[in-house]
């Protein structure tokens, strides 16, 4: 879906994008460079990224730190995203 085509659930859109760019940044990314791919509003970038750890989706070894895709999310060759969480 192009960029210019508005997503029906914002929310999501904006997680799904994020995952996304973490995924294509082998070293991680921090929240000033998301912001700066992304324009997501930082507040937004908080509150997602926050999600995304607590479901282990994302990783950030400290505050700060760059946030990097959890272990167990890989990108296979057929350019999808596939993660397995466990907890809650």
């Known amino acids: 879906m192009p960029d210019s085509e508005e997503s029906p659930v914002t929310s999501v ?3 799904l994008r ?3 760019a973490i995924g ?3 070293r991680g ?3 000033d ?3 700066g791919r992304l324009r997501i509003p930082k507040s937004s970038l908080h509150r997602i990224l926050a999600a995304l750890k607590y ?3 994302v990783s950030q070894p400290e505050p700060g730190a760059r946030t990097s895709s959890a272990p167990s999310c890989s990108r296979p060759r057929s350019g999808s995203t596939t993660c397995s969480t466990s907890g809650p």
């Open 13 to 15: 859109d904006r997680a």
């Open 18 to 20: 994020i995952l996304t």
């Open 24 to 26: 294509e940044a082998p």
């Open 29 to 31: 990314l921090s929240l």
């Open 33 to 35: 460079e998301l912001w």
């Open 55 to 57: 479901r282990r989706f």
